[in-house]
């Protein structure tokens, strides 16, 4: 096997592993910002049946 062979194996295991790892990343990302939308959403209704309570 010469170099260029290695360099292009290389790559072909790469790109699919770089593929998955973005995806995970997406999902983690939309999972925590889910989270934090939940959050201030409850905030917000908290607040609001506050002020409507006075």
Same mark, same amino acid.
Do not use: A, S, W
């Given at each position: 096997?010469?170099?260029?062979?290695? &360099?292009?194996?290389?790559?072909?295991?790469? &790109?699919?592993?770089?593929?998955?790892?973005?995806?995970?990343?997406?999902?983690?990302?939309?999972? !925590?910002?889910? !989270?934090?939308?939940?959050?201030?959403?409850? !905030?917000?209704?908290?607040?609001?049946?506050?002020?409507?309570? !006075?």
């Amino acid at each position: 096997m010469n170099l260029g062979d290695i &360099i292009f194996q290389l790559f072909m295991i790469l &790109i699919p592993l770089v593929f998955i790892v973005v995806i995970i990343f997406i999902l983690i990302m939309v999972k !925590k910002q889910r !989270k934090q939308l939940n959050y201030i959403e409850k !905030k917000l209704d908290k607040e609001i049946t506050d002020k409507r309570i !006075k």
